[in-house]
């Protein structure tokens, strides 16, 4: 399968600053990304979706100026938590698919990232 | 808005029993769905999909999933587990031509020896 790559693993911040995290397409082209949050024991929550290109699309509740996204190349896309709060901590999941047609929309996922604002 | 649905979060069985996880979603349109695993420590991975043709889908691991239409479900089954498939089991619904892909909220599935 195609594999994607999520950097950092963990990171720890203090509270006020910023962050970004990084979702790589190491083999394959992504023309959507998406980016999830998953808080303990519970399942992924969709936060945006990203299109090469184009403006994240980001789903509702999540806001858009704290949670920045830039998908600036087909094998990239970041996440930039902004002003962290210890509330922001959680663990991030970005997933990458190649195209939309039938036979290419399965999405591949990162490792995740766990982000810990202290 | 399109939802996932979930049901019994926790499953404990024994080896070589069997194991029915329900899936059901709300989007009237067409559908790709899928059903991914998340070993522990581990990131998901795609146990298996379906886009067309036979509802009746085969994963990996000895995994089978079967789409009903008039349901709106996409369960998954596996007729004898073992302890390896300790894990949380993710069913996942995107419409088709559309990139939002929703999860519902998991089975966690503990599988004693």
């Known amino acids: 399968g195609a594999v994607v790559s999520q950097h950092p693993s963990r990171v720890i911040c203090k509270s006020g600053t910023s962050v970004k995290i990084e979702c790589r397409s190491l083999?394959?082209?992504?023309?959507?990304m998406f980016w999830y949050r998953q808080f303990p024991k519970q399942s992924l929550m969709l936060m945006a979706t990203?299109?090469?290109?184009?403006?994240?699309?980001?789903e509702q509740g999540v806001e858009k100026d704290k949670f920045l996204i830039n998908h600036a190349s087909l094998t990239l896309s970041t996440l930039t938590v902004t002003s962290a709060h210890p509330e922001d901590s959680s663990f991030y999941i970005c997933?990458?698919?190649?195209?939309?047609?039938?036979?290419?929309?399965?999405?591949?996922f990162g490792q995740g990232t766990r982000l810990t604002v202290v | 808005a399109q939802s996932v649905s979930q049901h019994n979060h926790h499953v404990i069985l024994s080896e070589a029993a069997s194991l029915e996880l329900g899936c059901n979603y709300s989007?009237?349109?067409?559908?790709?769905l899928f059903w991914y695993v998340q070993y522990p420590g581990q990131h998901l991975q795609l146990l298996l999909k379906?886009?067309?043709?036979?509802?009746l889908v085969k994963g990996i691991k000895g995994f089978e999933a079967e789409f009903i239409k008039s349901k709106f479900s996409f369960n998954l089954r596996k007729p004898s587990v073992q302890w390896s498939d300790t894990a949380e089991y993710f069913c996942?619904?995107?419409?088709?031509?559309?990139?939002?892909?929703?999860f519902g909220k998991g089975n966690q599935v503990v599988v004693i020896p």
């Open positions: 997933s990458a698919r190649r195209g939309v047609s039938r036979g290419n929309t399965e999405a591949f």
């Open positions: 083999d394959f082209q992504a023309t959507t």
């Open positions: 990203s299109n090469e290109g184009s403006k994240a699309t980001y």
């Open positions: 989007y009237g349109g067409t559908v790709n």
């Open positions: 379906y886009f067309s043709g036979d509802p």
């Open positions: 996942a619904v995107n419409n088709y031509g559309n990139n939002r892909l929703a």
